[in-house]
Structures are given as C-alpha cells and as structure tokens.
C-alpha cells in the first residue's frame, strides 16, 4: 500500500481505536493506547500487510512523540511539584538506574555497552502515555495526580538525560559540557519566559484566540521548533527539546495570559491528542517486528523477563521512595504508573538497534515488554486505585499530602 493510503488507513484506526474504547469502556476501562498500537499491528506487515510505513510517516510518527513529551512537559508544575516529592522522585529514579544497570549486566554477561542500553531502557516512564489515562480516569487533580506527575516527569527526564550522556556517541565528560551548555540555554529562556510580558502580548492573545491568526497557537509551535532544533544543534535527543518546550510554554502563558492558558492549552491537546500522538502509536504498531518476537524462542523468553525487570527497577523503588503517608494500594498504583515505558524503550533500543550494541531479538522483546507494559499496568493501577480512594478516605489523602 502506498504512503498516502497508508495514512488514510492510520486516521482511520485512529477514528476506530476510541470506538472500540469507548464500547469497551462498558465492561472494562482499557486505555486508548492500547487499540491504537494493538491495530497498528494488526495492519502491519506482520499481519494483514495492509499498511507500510516510509520517510513521510516517520517523521509524522516522530513530531507525534515530540507532542506527547511536549505535553508531558507542559503538565509539570514545579509550584506544586517541589521539596520533598521531587528529591523522593529523582532518588528513586537513580535507585532505578543503578539496579536497572546492573541487573542488565547479570543479563548479558557483563557486556558493558549492551547493559548500560538495556539498564537504561528498564528506568522510563511513559509519563506522555500515562497522563491521558489519569486524567481520563479524573486522578489527575489532587495529591495522588500531584505523586504521579512528579515520579512520572523524572521518568522521562532522566533516560534522557542518561541517552545523552551514556549513548550519545561522546566521552562522558564532552557529553556532560554539552548538556551543561543547554542546560545554561534553557535556564536562560526560563528567566525569559518568568519577566512579565507587555500588555499587548496578552491581548493580542485573546483578540486572536478565535480568529485563523491564532497568535498563541503560533507561538506555541515556535517555542517548540526552536527547542527541538537547539536540541539537534547539540546533538541531544530531541525529546529534551520537547520536554523544555512544554515547560517553557506554560510558564510564558500562565504567567502573560492566564485567562487564556486552558483555551490555548485544549487546542494544543487538539492538535497532539486528535492527529499527532495516535499517529505516533499507530505506526508503533505498525513497525512493530513481531516475526523477530514470535520466531525465536529467545526473544519471546525475553519479553516476561523485561516485563518483570521494569515492575521490579522502575516501580518497587517508586512504591519505597512514595511520599511518606500515602496509602500503601495508591503506592501501589504509583508503582505501576512508574513502570508503564514505551516511547522511550523505542528510542533507546532504536539507539542500541543503530550502533549495533543489541540484536533484533532484544531490541523486539524489550518494546514487546514496553507494549505489554501499557497493556496491562494502567489497568491494573487504575482498578488499585478505584478501590484505593475511597470517599470516606479522602480526608485521610489530603493529610498525608500536606506533610509532603
């Protein structure tokens, strides 16, 4: 099938996936996500053969995943992800490293660069694919919502980070002056975004909030495409870029036009939820390599053993690291929204894929893991937590977030 009728084929899973979750909301809350990668395989070459994807799609696909961390970016608000959830976050993220690192070394026999992708891999949390389930869900708002963004953004943040200086290519200490140089850049355009903006900046956001001149949605874009080529320029993961530019936007909006901010905020969820994300998720699908998972033992071995590995390095240090007196079955759900990967697996393992460091097999069963990750941990959170809050603990919630 040609490119254009490929994407023809992937808007109309896109339409179908919500329909599907929506029927199947009746029995069972199941993540969009879910159908979205599941139909993609199903309509890869794997399977049907009935879609391709080429250079068009993959860069679709890609701004798709710069959307989804952008996204994830704009969520975080450092005004109430502070103190001590965030220090209680970033140190079980490096618990997550160390043991992710050297578990992966056991696994491989001590074969350095392999371990350090694989052990990398294990520590990412799909903060981007776990916030539409959360909020969906309505947990979003409050203490619990609070946890999960602060844990969940050091997920995405840190891999990045540890791709840029473990598998970027470079000398650990090159690797560092060059995060450290963005990273001055970055600090420099949030002392930028943080000074308070002319009078006209928010009227004219407001004048053209309804109008095709769209001034805030155009702003918006070139935040992110400058923070994307900034990150290019540096030779870092574009997904940095993409994180910084969410964080970047919201504080020029909430602090210029917060009446404005949700107006602005829905239209960018729009564009990345409505055309960008599923597109991202369905070609998942669609490159999938099921033949390497399904024709060798090793690699189907593989997948419940990865699948464990993120359980046990990304969610027990998050379920020991909760904030103290969270109730122990929302640690429980926290531990398994830490440990739900997938954008992320696939960048590093395509890394890994590139400068053969893993094989076709490995690289299958961790995004096959990554996948089933998605399938099976925000559901099992989400009936956690529809069981864990209670209205007659609700009281008992709220307490416990203030000594945080």
């Known amino acids: 099938m040609t490119h254009p009728e490929t994407l023809i084929l992937i808007m109309a899973v896109a339409v179908l996936a919500p329909l599907l979750a929506y029927g199947a909301g009746r029995w069972v809350r199941v993540p969009l996500v879910i159908f979205e990668i599941t139909l993609g395989i199903l309509i890869g070459p794997d399977v049907l053969g009935w879609a391709e994807t080429g ?29 001590g959830i965030l ?7 490096l618990l997550a490293l160390a043991v992710g690192i050297g ?37 979003l708002d409050g203490p619990f919502g609070t946890v999960v963004l602060a844990f ?11 791709m840029a200086l473990l598998l970027g290519g470079r000398q650990p200490l090159e690797s560092a002056a060059v995060l450290a140089a963005f990273a001055l850049l970055t600090a420099a ?8 903006r002319p009078p006209w900046f928010a009227d004219i956001v407001t004048r053209t909030l309804h109008t095709s001149g769209q001034f805030a949605m155009r702003f918006v874009m070139l935040l992110l495409v400058c923070m994307l080529g900034l990150s290019a320029a540096f030779g870092l993961d574009v997904l940095l870029g993409a994180f910084a530019a969410g964080m970047l936007t919201r504080l020029v ?18 564009v990345g939820f409505g055309f960008l994300v599923p597109l991202f998720f369905v070609v998942t699908g669609i490159e999938f390599d099921l033949d390497s998972l399904l024709s060798g033992g090793r690699a189907l071995a593989l997948l419940p053993v990865f699948l464990l590995l993120f359980l046990v390095v990304r969610g027990l240090p998050a379920f020991a690291l909760a904030p103290p007196g969270l109730p122990r079955a929302d640690r429980g759900a926290l531990a398994l929204y830490s440990s739900t990967c997938l954008p992320l697996v696939v960048a590093i393992t395509a890394i890994g894929l590139d400068g053969d460091v893993i094989g076709p097999d490995e690289a299958a069963a961790l995004v096959g893991a990554a996948m089933a990750s998605v399938l099976l941990f925000p559901l099992l959170a989400l ?7 209670r209205p007659e603990r609700a009281q008992e919630v709220r307490g416990a977030s203030e000594s945080w």
């Open 103 to 139: 578990l992966a070394l056991l696994l491989t026999g001590a074969d350095v660069d392999r371990g350090v992708v694989i052990g990398t891999a294990l520590t990412s949390t799909a903060l981007g694919t776990v916030l539409p389930i959360i909020r969906d869900a309505g947990d």
């Open 152 to 162: 969940g953004a050091v997920g995405e943040f840190g891999p990045i980070i540890a």
């Open 189 to 196: 355009a949030v002392v930028w975004a943080l000074r308070p």
């Open 383 to 389: 009936r956690v937590r529809r069981t864990a809050v």
């Open 87 to 93: 220090r209680r976050s970033v140190w079980a993220w």
């Open 55 to 83: 250079e068009v799609l993959d860069v679709l696909a890609e701004l798709g995943l710069a959307m989804l961390i952008f996204l994830a970016g704009y969520e975080l608000d450092f005004a109430e992800v502070r103190g």
């Open 253 to 270: 909006l909430t602090g210029a036009a917060p009446e404005s901010s949700a107006a602005v905020l829905s239209r960018i969820e729009a």
